[in-house]
């Protein structure tokens, strides 16, 4: 089905993707779990939890593999590729849509700077649904960003890690320049998005709001989060 695994499409901290094609020529990815993440019980809630999901804009879960230390997520293959794609490169039309595929299982899971401090140490709180609060204040400021949360290519060191960078600008109460932000209205809902995000990626867990909360701030007025 994944051609011997040949055609790898990229990497993440739980395994490698590949293309395959189902014997009916249906393009598929398969997500190849690492075996040091391969827990059968993590690997059966991962599935349950998935297979529940449902939503426009997420690829669903075709099946499953789960065969001695095998594991293996099949997901349907997306040739436009990542969304990240458009939020993070100017160029992205440009790419070889090939070599990507709409996937989320590479992220933000899997990947260091969504996932809350508490999930590495427990100094900072037990693991709740306030560190899905963490990711999601994370993704909305990397999104009106448009940029990812670390920038190791970064020329200054302020500038690599964009929390910090965002934070500084707001204490020193500077423009934050962001590209495709021309007028007022827009400055307005970057400044009421960051300050909703800062909000959700606070170390402490118990300091973070609820998502009812985090909604109400996105919706309502500005004034409020000053």
């Not at 075996?35 to 809630?45: M, T, V």
């Not at 230390?69 to 490169?89: C, H, Q, T, W």
């Not at 965002?166 to 827009?186: A, G, H, I, P």
Request: hydrophobic letters at 35%; one cysteine or more; proline letters at 4%.
């Amino acid at each position: 089905m994944a051609n011997s695994f040949k055609e790898k499409l990229g990497e993440g901290g739980f395994g490698s993707v590949y293309k395959g094609k189902l014997q009916d020529g249906f393009l598929v990815v398969v997500k190849l779990l690492n075996e040091s993440k391969a827990n059968g019980e993590e690997f059966i809630n991962e599935v349950a939890t998935i297979s529940r999901t449902s939503h426009v804009n997420i690829v669903s879960l075709l099946g499953f593999c789960f065969e001695g230390a095998k594991r293996a997520l099949i997901y349907k293959f997306m040739p436009n590729g990542s969304p990240e794609k458009f939020v993070f490169d100017e160029n992205a039309t440009e790419n070889d849509p090939r070599q990507e595929s709409l996937i989320s299982m590479l992220g933000p899971r899997g990947t260091v700077g969504y996932i809350a401090p508490e999930v590495f140490s427990r100094n900072f709180g037990p693991v709740s649904y306030k560190s899905d609060v963490y990711s999601y204040g994370m993704m909305i400021l990397e999104i009106v960003g448009g940029r990812k949360n670390v920038n190791v290519k970064a020329n200054n060191t302020s500038e690599k890690y964009f929390p910090h960078w965002v934070y500084n600008r707001l204490e020193l109460e500077e423009e934050f320049s962001l590209k495709r932000v021309t007028d007022d209205e827009d400055r307005v809902k970057v400044r009421k998005m960051v300050l909703v995000s800062l909000w959700c990626i606070q170390n402490d867990p118990s300091s973070r709001p609820e998502m009812s909360k985090v909604i109400e701030m996105l919706e309502g007025s500005i004034d409020s989060l000053q």
